[in-house]
């Protein structure tokens, strides 16, 4: 069963790069059937997709963070990757990688929290 | 702010029944994408409830069931539980520019 888990720095200042990683365990990130993603959560609201990735390095980004943000993929380490640049006090989330599946996400890694903060 | 709207919030006594409204528009529930539902339980991560419009994933107990129709789609939970209690979103592509997948607000269900 394939679970995922997030990692990186919980605190980040305001105009710097924040740079998340998600390792994959338990199935291969080498399927074309699946996609993988990135998501987050602000405090106390709802969800937002922030873009997802292909095994092969195809990628689709929302419009609005197309220009900030990176993903990334290697598969021989199972590993996804999420870069923001210039971040702001509204990139403060709850960050979640998953796998998409058909038009869903599932599953969800537990998430990390970050804070932008100087 | 959020592409689908839902109501932010319902309750229900134990074993009652409580619906969720997701309402979108022509770009991506009305453009016959299908939608998807999703429960946040306090402090985890969201996971999948049901997918392609009302289909229940294994171990999804089946007082759990969605439908969809035009611009909208509906969550209901039948034989409400004190394990319900959590946040539910709905979710969708979209062909817009608001991007590729979208999220609904979110309804906070608090079982009195």
């Known amino acids: 069963q394939v679970q995922l888990l997030e990692s990186g720095p919980g605190l980040v200042k305001p105009s710097q790069t924040l740079s998340l990683t998600c390792t994959v365990s338990g199935g291969s990130m080498r399927s074309g059937n699946y996609y993988w993603t990135w998501i987050r959560q602000h405090p106390g609201k709802g969800l937002e997709w922030i873009g997802y990735?292909?095994?092969?390095?195809?990628?689709n980004y929302k419009p609005s963070l197309k220009s900030l943000a990176t993903i990334s993929i290697d598969t021989s380490k199972k590993e996804l990757s999420l870069t923001l640049t210039s971040v702001t006090a509204a990139d403060t989330a709850i960050y979640y990688c998953a796998r998409i599946s058909g038009t869903w996400f599932d599953p969800w890694g537990p998430g990390i929290a970050v804070t932008v903060s100087s | 702010q959020s592409v689908l709207t839902q109501t932010p919030s319902v309750s229900g006594a134990p074993g009652q029944r409580v619906t969720i409204s997701c309402t979108g528009s022509s770009s991506n529930i009305g453009a016959g994408f299908g939608v998807n539902w999703y429960q946040q339980l306090p402090g985890t991560a969201p996971k999948i409830l049901i997918y392609g419009n009302n289909i229940r994933p294994s171990g999804v107990p089946d007082r759990f069931s969605a439908s969809k129709s035009g611009t909208s789609a509906s969550l209901a939970i039948t034989g409400l539980q004190a394990e319900d209690e959590a946040d539910y979103y709905c979710q969708s592509s979209d062909s817009s520019l608001s991007g590729l997948y979208v999220f609904g607000s979110g309804t906070k269900v608090t079982v009195l």
């Open positions: 990735i292909n095994y092969s390095g195809d990628t």
